[in-house]
């Protein structure tokens, strides 16, 4: 990114620490300790999950419906707990909860992601065993 911007790493790295302070972005931390955990994020995302809509045309933003729902996820169950990313799954908790977010067809593979892992299923409006309704997480803010 610094490259195609023509700036350094370092610019980039304060910019995106000023965004996340000023609330436009949220940024998923690695599993990790020490400084290079603190300075690049596994995942930058918007914030606000309704900023697509004023960054994106009308096109990008039904492209872009796997980033706008784990935006959603992360705003709305980091307001209660600190998530993290996960190499198996898309989120986990500090405790090892594994979270899969994804549409109606996301189908859990326990050979892949671990049989402790819950799938927060968008576009449904009843959840059945570990798969868990997407706009419930919204209750949790």
Same mark, same amino acid.
């Given at each position: 990114m610094a490259s195609n911007l023509g700036t350094s +790493?370092? $610019?980039? *790295?304060? *910019?995106i620490e000023y965004l996340n302070a000023a609330g436009v972005f949220s940024l998923l931390p690695r599993d990790r300790k020490g400084l290079r955990a603190v300075r690049k994020p596994a995942k930058v995302y918007l914030e606000n999950p309704n900023? $697509? /809509?004023?960054?994106?045309? +009308?096109a990008e933003v039904s492209a872009q419906a796997g980033a706008i729902r784990e935006s959603f996820f992360l705003n709305q169950v980091g307001a209660t707990c600190r998530l993290l990313a996960d190499p198996q799954a898309d989120f986990a908790t500090e405790s090892g909860q594994r979270f899969e977010v994804g /549409? #109606?067809? +996301?189908?859990? #593979?326990?050979s892949r992601r671990g049989p402790d892992t819950w799938i927060a299923v968008d576009d449904t409006d009843v959840g059945s065993g570990r798969r868990i309704p997407l706009w419930l997480f919204g209750f949790l803010y």
């Amino acid at each position: 990114m610094a490259s195609n911007l023509g700036t350094s +790493k370092e $610019f980039i *790295y304060s *910019y995106i620490e000023y965004l996340n302070a000023a609330g436009v972005f949220s940024l998923l931390p690695r599993d990790r300790k020490g400084l290079r955990a603190v300075r690049k994020p596994a995942k930058v995302y918007l914030e606000n999950p309704n900023l $697509f /809509g004023a960054v994106l045309s +009308k096109a990008e933003v039904s492209a872009q419906a796997g980033a706008i729902r784990e935006s959603f996820f992360l705003n709305q169950v980091g307001a209660t707990c600190r998530l993290l990313a996960d190499p198996q799954a898309d989120f986990a908790t500090e405790s090892g909860q594994r979270f899969e977010v994804g /549409g #109606r067809s +996301k189908r859990n #593979r326990p050979s892949r992601r671990g049989p402790d892992t819950w799938i927060a299923v968008d576009d449904t409006d009843v959840g059945s065993g570990r798969r868990i309704p997407l706009w419930l997480f919204g209750f949790l803010y």
